[in-house]
């Protein structure tokens, strides 16, 4: 019997040194203008985990699909260059005939699922490779051991969460013992918790021996990594180790990728090198400001009192508040007002709970929670999409149990996390006309507002393009816009930045900041930390349909005990900035700080 | 949401062997095909309901109370105006009522009901992996019954990014009830594109994570669970063959028929 969590893992072809070996890999989509790899070439020795990060559209998910030659095999077009893995070239193999040597996670959970139990799923493929009843019975309680759903044998996978789902994905193809395990954006769609789920798998499969090639937007959470592939239109720019990869923070900008906050504040104190950690990071700025450490004592949180008081930390918030944005005006008459608000899905549980909750004009405000806390559902409640089982959702003042939804779309609009949700018009114009078309607004009106959204969102010279070949970032602009022609006074986003990279996403929060700043109120669902801290002035987080905290993004984060328990962890600059005794949201925030005092 | 009717359940039935559960499906909707009296559908529907308290599918019957209740009460209505043989009962301009439109009209609803009640009673109690066993034993190539099974899999996820999209329309003050039946056809256009773009990115990553798991590498794969067949399913298949002879009898004597006089 082996040890809990310990897997088999295909004997290395031991005249092989490589496991995976990628030589002068050029390939171009079919009708492509330009080659989505070009060149690359790059070798993964047995057991190591390689992170391959940049921008949306560098060709991250092409190289992982010509990894089990899903290209050229499955996607058309021109393909040059030779991949081996164990040291045998793949040439003329089929996709299936690679599976059992090079597993493959993929972003969309919901689509690498087919079986009811989950017993079934993990055995699928083992099916399919004619494996015979008694080795599957073997291979299946080791390969969900491994991803920690031992027990959940005889679970729905509909019925398990993202995370559960996307361990279940990896477990699947750990059943069949690869040796290498491609993971492409595996952590996308999922909440904080899910997330950290599966980087802690990430990091236990690594630990045991798996050659791992792991795509991802975040640099941080391939920190761990042995190698750290750039890629930039499709051809390598930077590869080296995480402390000589993560340390060019401008490069990473560039490519689409977020830096680490712990290497932004060594940069900005002039440190320089790379922050394996906030231990690390702690250490190392202490030992450069020894002055810290006295300041340190000063503001300590007696360890007694962190669990119940949140005011110390808070109180010693950096001096340049004045660079935050101000607080939310007046609630005497807010925009919304929901009044003690309880719903549950037909034959389901309690999906929301007693909440109250007021959103003033001009307000930011972040909703965030576990999936299946009820953000989405409450967002619902505001534009009408659901209707209350108790309680009343005011909006303007009126009562929404006597307006329908089409009624509201001047008061508050909704953007749906998926972009492609909304946009079904030929061009860009059609698509952004169409709200104010329904309400029957004259043609002068219309035009005059089309070019005023369409100049806001930065799609004005895209008039007349297909909306289904934008990128995912400018089509969530142009949903965006959408429903900006109506004018509405509040706008609800369901994680806008949703498989953004780094650029996407300074971009959408530009945007929607700006739009703050007109006077519209923002209502954002989010899993992201830097998120918050960086542009919202007021968060609610929600648990099991109750709201458990309705408060200042300051006091949110400084209340250490609330974020453990709800799974949320706060930026690496906050973090650090709490080592200290002081509350940061930002790196530039904690530097200002420990300049002041160093 | 729930992406399948199947209800994990440990009764006689969910326990039979998955080609005696198509046969089981094939067999009822052979028996209603073949009668129209409703008389003679009346046993067939107290089976049914007893297949259903037995295996706990009310749920899904309650799912489906609507479509129950819409198709079976407008079928009924439509063919007991429209009929035209018999004795008239009433008879005036475009409505015609006798004897056996009202047995004609409740026969069509009944059979309507059954057939939906049938295929209720077999996704609650069959899994895709089963239907896949089940129609591989009857000969069916391993892919069709693959994509088959798939099929009733996708289908909830489809309804559910069709309802999201009719959300979101709504919102940008889309009113999907106006005009007339062609005028409303219309007008959910912009619903169908984002539902057929949705669709076709989520078959094509369908398809690639199918084929990164190994499918179709052999065209006889294996099964991870045994399905030996037992006593019970010999003796589910001769119930369900003596059913479907006895309704063809019932037929062949023409005693399922409605009679015109």
Same mark, same amino acid.
């Not at chain 1, 507002?449 to 799609?459: A, H």
């Not at chain 1, 959408?482 to 509405?488: F, G």
């Not at chain 1, 900035?577 to 930002?586: C, E, I, K, S």
């Given at each position: 019997?082996?040890?809990?969590?310990?897997?088999?893992?295909?004997?290395?072809?031991?005249?092989? =040194?490589?496991?995976?070996?990628?030589?002068?890999?050029?390939?171009?989509?079919?009708?492509?203008?330009?080659?989505?790899?070009?060149?690359?070439?790059?070798?993964?020795?047995?057991?190591?985990?390689?992170?391959?990060?940049?921008?949306?559209?560098?060709?991250?998910?092409?190289?992982?699909?010509?990894?089990?030659?899903?290209?050229?095999?499955?996607?058309?077009?021109?393909?040059?260059?030779?991949?081996?893995?164990?040291?045998?070239?793949?040439?003329?193999?089929?996709?299936?005939?690679?599976?059992?040597?090079?597993?493959?996670?993929?972003?969309?959970?919901?689509?690498?699922?087919?079986?009811?139990?989950?017993?079934?799923?993990?055995?699928?493929?083992?099916?399919?490779?004619?494996?015979?009843?008694?080795?599957?019975?073997?291979?299946?309680?080791?390969?969900?051991?491994?991803?920690?759903?031992?027990?959940?044998?005889?679970?729905?996978?509909?019925?398990?969460?993202?995370?559960?789902?996307?361990?279940?994905?990896?477990?699947?193809?750990?059943?069949?013992?690869?040796?290498?395990?491609?993971?492409?954006?595996?952590?996308?769609?999922?909440?904080?918790?899910?997330?950290?789920?599966?980087?802690?798998?990430?990091?236990? #499969?690594?630990?045991?021996?798996?050659?791992?090639?792991?795509?991802?937007?975040?640099?941080?959470?391939?920190?761990?990594?042995?190698?750290?592939?750039?890629?930039?239109?499709?051809?390598?720019?930077?590869?080296?180790?995480?402390?000589?990869?993560?340390?060019?923070?401008?490069?990473?900008?560039?490519?689409?990728?977020?830096?680490?906050?712990?290497?932004?504040?060594?940069?900005?104190?002039?440190?320089?090198?790379?922050?394996?950690?906030?231990?690390?990071?702690?250490?190392?700025?202490?030992?450069?400001?020894?002055?810290?450490?006295?300041?340190?004592?000063?503001?300590?949180?007696?360890?007694?009192?962190?669990?119940?008081?949140?005011?110390?930390?808070?109180?010693?918030?950096?001096?340049?508040?004045?660079?935050?944005?101000?607080?939310? =005006?007046?609630?005497?008459?807010?925009?919304?007002?929901?009044?003690?608000?309880?719903?549950?899905?037909?034959?389901?549980?309690?999906?929301?709970?007693?909440?109250?909750?007021?959103?003033?004009?001009?307000?930011?405000?972040?909703?965030?929670?576990?999936?299946?806390?009820?953000?989405?559902?409450?967002?619902?409640?505001?534009?009408?999409?659901?209707?209350?089982?108790?309680? =009343?959702?005011?909006?303007?003042?009126?009562?929404?149990?006597?307006?329908?939804?089409?009624?509201?779309?001047?008061?508050?609009?909704?953007?749906?996390?998926?972009?492609?949700?909304?946009?079904?018009?030929?061009?860009?114009?059609?698509?952004?006309?169409?709200?104010?078309?329904?309400?029957? #607004?004259?043609?002068?009106?219309?035009?005059?507002?089309?070019?005023?959204?369409?100049?806001?969102?930065?799609?004005?010279?895209?008039?007349?393009?297909?909306?289904?070949?934008?990128?995912?970032?400018?089509?969530?602009?142009?949903?965006?816009?959408?429903?900006?022609?109506?004018?509405?006074?509040?706008?609800?986003?369901?994680?806008?930045?949703?498989?953004?990279?780094?650029?996407?996403?300074?971009?959408?929060?530009?945007?929607?900041?700006?739009?703050?700043?007109?006077?519209?109120?923002?209502?954002?669902?989010?899993?992201?930390?830097?998120?918050?801290?960086?542009?919202?002035?007021?968060?609610?987080?929600?648990?099991?349909?109750?709201?458990?905290?309705?408060?200042?993004?300051?006091?949110?984060?400084?209340?250490?005990?609330?974020?453990?328990?709800?799974?949320?962890?706060?930026?690496?600059?906050?973090?650090?900035?709490?080592?200290?005794?002081?509350?940061? #949201?930002?790196?530039?925030?904690?530097?200002?700080?420990?300049?002041?005092?160093? | 949401?729930?992406?399948?009717?199947?209800?994990?359940?440990?009764?006689?039935?969910?326990?039979?062997?998955?080609?005696?559960?198509?046969?089981?499906?094939?067999?009822?909707?052979?028996?209603?095909?073949?009668?129209?009296?409703?008389?003679?559908?009346?046993?067939?529907?107290?089976?049914?309901?007893?297949?259903?308290?037995?295996?706990?599918?009310?749920?899904?019957?309650?799912?489906?109370?609507?479509?129950?209740?819409?198709?079976?009460?407008?079928?009924?209505?439509?063919?007991?105006?429209?009929?035209?043989?018999?004795?008239?009962?009433?008879?005036?301009?475009?409505?015609?009522?006798?004897?056996?439109?009202?047995?004609?009209?409740?026969?069509?609803?009944?059979?309507?009901?059954?057939?939906?009640?049938?295929?209720?009673?077999?996704?609650?109690?069959?899994?895709?992996?089963?239907?896949?066993?089940?129609?591989?034993?009857?000969?069916?190539?391993?892919?069709?019954?693959?994509?088959?099974?798939?099929?009733?899999?996708?289908?909830?996820?489809?309804? &559910?990014?069709?309802?999201?999209?009719?959300?979101?329309?709504?919102?940008?003050?889309? &009113?999907?009830?106006?005009?007339?039946?062609?005028?409303?056809?219309?007008?959910?256009?912009?619903?169908?594109?984002?539902?057929?773009?949705?669709?076709?990115?989520?078959?094509?990553?369908?398809?690639?994570?199918?084929?990164?798991?190994?499918?179709?590498?052999?065209?006889?794969?294996?099964?991870?669970? &045994?399905?030996?067949?037992?006593? !019970? &399913?010999?003796?589910?298949?001769?119930?369900?063959?003596?059913?479907?002879?006895?309704?063809?009898?019932?037929?062949?004597?023409?005693?399922?028929?409605? !009679?015109?006089?």
């Amino acid at each position: 019997m082996k040890t809990e969590a310990q897997i088999e893992i295909a004997a290395a072809n031991p005249l092989s =040194r490589e496991a995976v070996g990628v030589e002068g890999l050029t390939f171009t989509y079919h009708g492509g203008e330009r080659p989505a790899l070009f060149d690359v070439s790059f070798s993964q020795a047995h057991g190591e985990m390689i992170g391959v990060m940049g921008a949306s559209g560098a060709g991250k998910s092409t190289l992982a699909k010509c990894l089990n030659r899903i290209i050229p095999e499955f996607e058309d077009g021109d393909f040059r260059g030779v991949v081996r893995i164990g040291g045998a070239p793949l040439a003329d193999l089929r996709i299936h005939d690679v599976a059992p040597m090079v597993g493959m996670v993929f972003q969309d959970f919901e689509a690498q699922l087919f079986s009811t139990n989950v017993a079934h799923e993990v055995a699928f493929a083992m099916e399919q490779v004619g494996m015979g009843r008694d080795e599957m019975n073997a291979r299946i309680a080791p390969a969900l051991d491994a991803v920690g759903l031992h027990g959940f044998e005889h679970r729905d996978p509909t019925s398990l969460s993202g995370g559960e789902k996307q361990r279940l994905a990896i477990a699947s193809v750990l059943a069949l013992r690869p040796s290498v395990i491609v993971l492409d954006e595996p952590t996308t769609d999922l909440d904080p918790e899910g997330k950290a789920e599966v980087f802690e798998l990430i990091q236990k #499969l690594r630990a045991q021996g798996l050659s791992l090639v792991v795509i991802e937007h975040e640099s941080v959470e391939l920190r761990a990594s042995d190698r750290v592939i750039i890629l930039r239109e499709g051809a390598i720019i930077a590869e080296g180790t995480p402390a000589k990869v993560m340390t060019g923070l401008d490069l990473l900008e560039e490519c689409g990728v977020h830096p680490p906050d712990l290497n932004r504040v060594f940069q900005m104190l002039g440190i320089g090198g790379h922050a394996t950690s906030i231990d690390h990071a702690y250490l190392e700025i202490v030992t450069r400001f020894p002055a810290l450490l006295s300041v340190r004592a000063e503001n300590l949180v007696p360890a007694s009192a962190r669990h119940d008081s949140t005011v110390s930390v808070a109180d010693a918030a950096p001096s340049c508040q004045s660079s935050l944005p101000p607080p939310g =005006r007046s609630l005497s008459h807010p925009l919304v007002a929901i009044e003690n608000l309880s719903f549950a899905y037909p034959n389901g549980p309690r999906v929301l709970e007693g909440v109250n909750l007021a959103i003033g004009e001009g307000d930011f405000l972040a909703i965030v929670g576990q999936n299946g806390s009820g953000k989405t559902t409450l967002a619902k409640h505001i534009v009408g999409l659901l209707k209350p089982a108790s309680g =009343r959702v005011l909006l303007g003042g009126r009562d929404r149990a006597g307006m329908r939804a089409a009624q509201t779309a001047r008061e508050a609009a909704y953007v749906f996390q998926n972009p492609d949700h909304q946009i079904f018009a030929p061009s860009v114009e059609e698509e952004v006309s169409f709200g104010p078309r329904n309400f029957g #607004l004259a043609k002068d009106d219309i035009e005059r507002r089309c070019d005023e959204v369409l100049r806001s969102v930065g799609l004005e010279n895209q008039r007349q393009s297909d909306p289904f070949l934008l990128s995912k970032g400018e089509r969530q602009r142009l949903a965006v816009a959408s429903v900006l022609t109506l004018r509405p006074r509040l706008l609800i986003l369901d994680e806008p930045t949703t498989g953004f990279d780094y650029r996407e996403i300074r971009t959408m929060m530009a945007l929607i900041s700006e739009l703050n700043r007109s006077g519209i109120a923002i209502v954002m669902i989010t899993h992201t930390p830097w998120l918050v801290a960086e542009y919202a002035r007021r968060v609610v987080l929600m648990r099991r349909g109750r709201k458990l905290f309705d408060g200042a993004v300051r006091e949110f984060f400084a209340d250490t005990e609330l974020l453990r328990t709800s799974s949320f962890r706060p930026p690496e600059a906050t973090e650090l900035g709490q080592r200290f005794g002081t509350l940061a #949201l930002t790196p530039a925030e904690l530097v200002a700080w420990i300049k002041e005092r160093a | 949401m729930r992406t399948n009717l199947y209800l994990d359940r440990n009764t006689f039935v969910h326990r039979l062997h998955p080609t005696v559960k198509v046969f089981a499906l094939f067999a009822m909707f052979w028996s209603v095909y073949w009668v129209d009296y409703p008389p003679a559908l009346v046993p067939l529907g107290i089976f049914m309901l007893c297949v259903a308290q037995l295996t706990g599918a009310w749920p899904n019957f309650y799912l489906f109370r609507w479509l129950f209740m819409l198709t079976v009460f407008t079928t009924t209505l439509t063919w007991m105006i429209s009929f035209r043989g018999g004795a008239p009962i009433v008879s005036i301009p475009f409505f015609h009522v006798s004897r056996a439109s009202i047995e004609y009209g409740l026969g069509r609803g009944m059979k309507l009901a059954e057939l939906i009640a049938a295929s209720v009673l077999f996704l609650s109690t069959t899994k895709v992996e089963e239907l896949t066993i089940g129609l591989r034993r009857l000969g069916v190539p391993y892919r069709a019954c693959f994509a088959i099974s798939l099929a009733f899999r996708l289908v909830p996820l489809f309804v &559910d990014s069709a309802l999201t999209i009719v959300d979101a329309q709504t919102l940008r003050g889309y &009113d999907f009830s106006k005009g007339g039946f062609f005028e409303r056809i219309k007008r959910y256009v912009p619903v169908m594109v984002p539902v057929f773009m949705g669709a076709l990115r989520k078959a094509n990553n369908m398809a690639m994570a199918l084929e990164a798991r190994a499918f179709g590498r052999t065209s006889e794969p294996t099964t991870y669970i &045994d399905y030996p067949v037992l006593g !019970s &399913d010999v003796v589910a298949f001769a119930t369900l063959l003596a059913v479907g002879t006895l309704y063809f009898l019932i037929y062949y004597t023409g005693r399922g028929a409605i !009679s015109l006089k």
